[in-house]
């Protein structure tokens, strides 16, 4: 073989092929570097966008719920309201109730009578809204355990720290008393004797009022409950008080009848610690819910990451301010510093007297909401292990703050981060917080 040609076959030496795999090396590392890089930006960025994602349909869907808290029929006044010193407040927006009854008989009812009343009486105003100011041991008013479960940290339990709230309205359009036939029977003295109603197209069928169902009569102003029994379309109310029977209502009006039992419909929100069902997720881990729970049926999930909810009442006081309180504040009828406030005009208690009447003005200053301010933290369920506790900060206003104004700086979760937070959820998630203000439409109920 000639010089040239062994030349020519001559291959690499160890030195050169050390040097092109290092090489190679640095451009793979280079590569798997900006490849891990942007996976983990697009991993945080879709975590992000799920977040964003749950914490507006969480504020839409309690906002739609709150803004009918304390619904029942017609406008805010219906043209007859008695003056206070900075407005208008309608004593007679609170149906008048024609049964006998110390418990309501509503599911999540919070407010049961020692004493069965002797007379017709105005629906309680804690009826309408009833809210539980919640830390993470204890919550001001007490929740019922019908109303949700148990504070805890297990799968199941209530979220410790998270606010309970329940409010009431009447949903649908009932059966008209003026249209297509509908008609009312009175006696001489405007007493109701039997109400005919004649549904129209796109009402509910007569059927769905069923035995035991409680009637809601109504002429946009004024409104009563009663027992009722139906033959066809022929109601027949009645009265479990001696002397006194449901009034006949202004036919000029958009006068209507209402399945109580069933259109009065209660919601109520909570959270709770669920399992992750994921199959990546690490065993136990806990996620929080936001919960509805209507009617008293089971609850239903609404929202996955909502982990903290707080709400403050804007209340009216007698100097035509707002006051912006928590539940247990509203509940007690005092303001922050512990003055009293004054509840605005209520119905006509003046038939009742000594426990029986502070029983059913009992929660009065629920009826003096003009709005509410939630305030939601959400997180994006899943765990994000890799973030340092910098990327992982967050800011809540009702943390360290009672009227929940806080704009301190988005600060870091405590070392150790593999360490769960007090209401049992994992450190190593995202965090966002969400706030609305929901004018309560039915202001005055």
């Known amino acids: 073989m000639s010089p040239i040609s062994r030349q020519r076959a001559r291959g690499f030496?160890?030195?050169?092929?050390?040097?092109?795999?290092?090489?190679?090396?640095?451009?793979?590392?280079?590569?798997?570097?900006?490849?891990?890089?942007?996976?983990?930006?697009?991993n945080v960025q879709t975590q992000l966008a799920r977040l964003q994602e749950e914490g507006r349909f969480t504020m839409a869907q309690i906002g739609s719920d709150l803004a009918m808290a304390g619904a029942l029929y017609g406008s805010n006044t219906g043209g007859l309201a008695a003056q206070r010193t900075h407005g208008y407040?309608?004593?007679?927006?609170s149906p008048t109730a024609y049964v006998q009854f110390a418990n309501l008989g509503l599911p999540d009812n919070p407010v049961t009578l020692a004493n069965a009343p002797d007379a017709p009486f105005a629906l309680p105003s804690s009826l309408y809204v009833s809210?539980?100011?919640?830390?993470?041991?204890?919550?001001?008013?007490?929740?019922?355990?019908?109303?949700?479960?148990?504070?805890?940290i297990a799968g199941g339990d209530r979220v410790p720290g998270a606010d309970v709230l329940t409010v009431r309205y009447v949903r649908g359009a009932g059966w008209s008393l003026v249209e297509g036939g509908s008609a009312q029977a009175c006696s001489a003295s405007n007493r109701l004797t039997a109400l005919t109603i004649v549904p129209q197209a796109g009402d509910a069928p007569l059927s769905t009022f069923q035995a035991g169902d409680l009637a809601l009569l109504t002429d946009g102003s004024t409104a009563q409950v009663f027992k009722v029994g139906r033959s066809g379309g022929v109601f027949t109310p009645a009265s479990e008080f001696s002397g006194y029977a449901p009034s006949c209502v202004n036919p000029l009006t958009d006068a209507r009848l209402y399945d109580f039992s069933r259109d009065f419909v209660t919601v109520t929100y909570y959270l709770q610690l669920v399992t992750d069902s994921d199959p990546d997720a690490p065993a136990g881990h806990l996620v929080s819910a936001l919960m509805r729970k209507v009617n008293g049926?089971?609850?239903?999930?609404?929202?996955?990451?909502?982990?903290?909810?707080?709400?403050?009442?804007a209340v009216d006081n007698a100097e035509g301010g707002v006051l912006y309180l928590s539940a247990e504040r509203v509940a007690a009828g005092s303001d922050a510093a512990g003055n009293t406030i004054n509840c605005p005009v209520q119905p006509d208690f003046s038939a009742f007297t000594g426990a029986t009447r502070a029983e059913l003005q009992q929660g009065c200053l629920w009826r003096a909401l003009r709005g509410i301010e939630v305030h939601v933290?959400?997180?994006?369920?899943?765990?994000?292990?890799?973030?340092?506790?910098?990327?992982?900060?967050?800011?809540?206003?009702?943390?360290?703050?009672?009227?929940?104004?806080?704009?301190?700086?988005?600060?870091?979760?405590?070392?150790?981060?593999?360490?769960?937070?007090?209401?049992g959820l994992d450190k190593r998630m995202l965090r966002r917080e969400f706030v609305g203000l929901y004018s309560v439409r039915n202001y005055n109920p």
Request: proline share 6%.
């Open 13 to 42: 030496t160890l030195v050169e092929l050390m040097i092109a795999m290092a090489l190679g090396l640095l451009v793979t590392a280079g590569i798997v570097s900006v490849f891990v890089s942007t996976s983990r930006a697009g």
């Open 297 to 313: 049926a089971a609850a239903e999930e609404i929202a996955r990451g909502v982990e903290r909810l707080d709400f403050r009442y």
């Open 89 to 93: 407040m309608d004593g007679l927006r």
């Open 377 to 423: 933290l959400v997180n994006n369920a899943a765990l994000l292990p890799t973030l340092t506790g910098g990327e992982l900060a967050y800011r809540y206003a009702c943390d360290g703050s009672v009227s929940c104004t806080s704009t301190g700086a988005a600060q870091a979760p405590a070392a150790p981060l593999a360490a769960r937070l007090p209401n």
């Open 131 to 152: 809210g539980y100011e919640c830390s993470t041991s204890a919550c001001t008013p007490a929740v019922p355990a019908a109303v949700a479960p148990a504070m805890g």
